[in-house]
């Protein structure tokens, strides 16, 4: 499914809005009108009274905000149960098109917000209705994640413990290794949480399975993509992954000055670190990739921007496998 297919057009009156973890601060473009609600149900109620003094029709309306992770999940919800359209945009995004902007405060973000939704209403679309597979996976895998991190930081803190002396019978060794050994068994139950997700659906059970059948990709980036592309619904083709991901070259020249083609800093950073674990893997189990690496570094190229070639080739290789619905094989390479 195409991203146009996916999501459709914004209805014509524009709200901004400016999300914190306590509150919501609301802003109507066309009829500038603001209103500070609570961001719990509660709040949300004091809204539908809001829009409804402002005699704002809910279809009529789309809600235009920040992405901010948990802080919208519960609003999200509410705004799609009631059914207001809405459209989540990235930070950077908003302020970069302001220029210059003097003065900040909720009031005034969801302000800038509102103006920007209204700008670029021909551009922006709503948000669909979430996948509730897809939305516990996101959940589940961004505890396994935390877990993770929690864990590798308490191994850093063995090492340094390791390395001043202390013997693995002391007392802070044990506490930190029986915490270690927690963390182990925490993400052990987080993983089988997302398998038993994984195969209550066919498509994301389908989509992994032909994922996973591609050299460099593993049960942990196989679930991350199909959780940042919505189960290969949010983005149209690779080339747009790649961009998301970090991983897309773009051209770096001014006038008659022409350099080399730089990816952009701007990326899914998680994303970023799975697809170079996977192009380093890929790199020594699959044949023709390595051939490939081998032969463009002898050659005097950079490893890092081989790399990078790498790890574009493994997205063009994820979308190719799912639009085919055949798992990828080996020097069969139509589309990747």
Same mark, same amino acid.
């Given at each position: ?23 919501? @601060? ?79 405060? @909720?009031?005034? @973000?969801?302000?800038? $917000? ?43 803190? $063995? ?66 993509? $199909? ?63 390595? @051939? ?45």
């Amino acid at each position: 499914m195409s991203k146009n297919k996916a999501m459709q057009n914004l209805p014509p009156l524009i709200i901004g809005a400016d999300l914190s973890k306590a509150t919501i @601060d609301l802003f109507s473009h066309q009829l500038h009108s603001h209103t500070s609600i609570k961001n719990h149900p509660e709040g949300f109620k004091q809204m539908i009274q809001w829009m409804r003094q402002q005699n704002i029709n809910t279809c009529e309306a789309a809600v235009i905000m920040e992405h901010t992770g948990l802080y919208s999940f519960c609003f999200e919800g509410f705004l799609h149960q009631s059914g207001i359209a809405f459209c989540k945009v990235p930070a950077l995004e908003i302020k970069n098109s302001q220029g210059i902007a003097r003065g900040k405060s @909720d009031k005034i @973000d969801a302000k800038r $917000i509102a103006e920007y939704g209204f700008k670029n209403t021909d551009k922006l679309r709503m948000e669909p209705q979430p996948c509730k597979e897809l939305q516990r996976l996101q959940l589940l895998q961004a505890t396994r994640q935390r877990l993770v991190k929690q864990k590798a930081a308490l191994l850093n803190v $063995i090492t340094e413990y390791q390395n001043i002396g202390l013997a693995a019978k002391d007392p802070i060794m044990r506490c930190h290794t029986t915490m270690v050994h927690h963390f182990e068994k925490e993400i052990e139950k987080m993983e089988k949480q997302i398998d038993a997700v994984v195969a209550t659906s066919a498509s994301i059970k389908q989509n992994q399975c032909l994922l996973q059948s591609i050299k460099g990709v593993g049960r942990v980036l196989s679930i991350q993509t $199909i959780i940042k592309t919505k189960n290969f619904t949010r983005f149209e083709n690779a080339r747009q992954f790649a961009s998301f991901c970090g991983t897309a070259p773009f051209e770096n020249s001014s006038g008659t000055i022409k350099r080399k083609t730089k990816v952009s800093h701007l990326a899914d950073k998680t994303m970023k670190t799975l697809l170079d674990l996977a192009a380093k893997s890929a790199i020594q189990y699959d044949k023709e990739l390595r @051939d490939y690496y081998l032969r463009r570094t002898a050659m005097g190229k950079s490893k890092m921007s081989t790399i990078n070639i790498v790890r574009n080739k493994i997205i063009y290789r994820m979308f190719a496998v799912v639009k085919r619905r055949t798992p990828f094989v080996e020097n069969y390479l139509q589309t990747a």
